[in-house]
């Protein structure tokens, strides 16, 4: 049984104050908390943070791209292929499509617009 503040939303029931507002803890309703941030914000702001690397100081983020480098130097060709895509573009796939048809295309005008004689 469904009750009076409750309405239906497809699968889900919400609950609504008597005046037909959000009640308190639902989407768009008072009390949501702050919206989380996104996953690339956090890496962004942590790759802006120091780091040393030997006798350098560099930022998280250029620590990691130049370690990128080391490997491609050592020979791994993914990072090869990394810096590449990154500082040249990604190649373009092409792909191709040949159709043998038996015959010419016969076009029929089935509309009712047809011309008259």
């Given at each position: ?41 956090i890496l962004e702001k942590i ?59 016969r076009v029929l005008n089935l ?7």
């Amino acid at each position: 049984m469904v009750h009076p503040n409750q309405i239906w939303l497809g699968v889900f029931v919400a609950d609504r104050n008597p005046d037909g507002t959000w009640a308190v803890g639902h989407p768009g309703g008072p009390g949501r908390g702050k919206k989380l941030r996104r996953i690339e914000h956090i890496l962004e702001k942590i790759g802006l943070e120091p780091h040393q690397v030997g006798e350098l100081t560099v930022t998280k983020l250029e620590a990691v791209l130049r370690s990128v480098y080391d490997f491609a130097f050592a020979g791994q060709s993914w990072a090869v292929q990394f810096i590449a895509e990154r500082t040249e573009g990604k190649v373009r796939d092409q792909i191709g499509l040949e159709v043998d048809m038996p015959g010419p295309i016969r076009v029929l005008n089935l509309g009712e617009d047809e011309p008259d004689a």
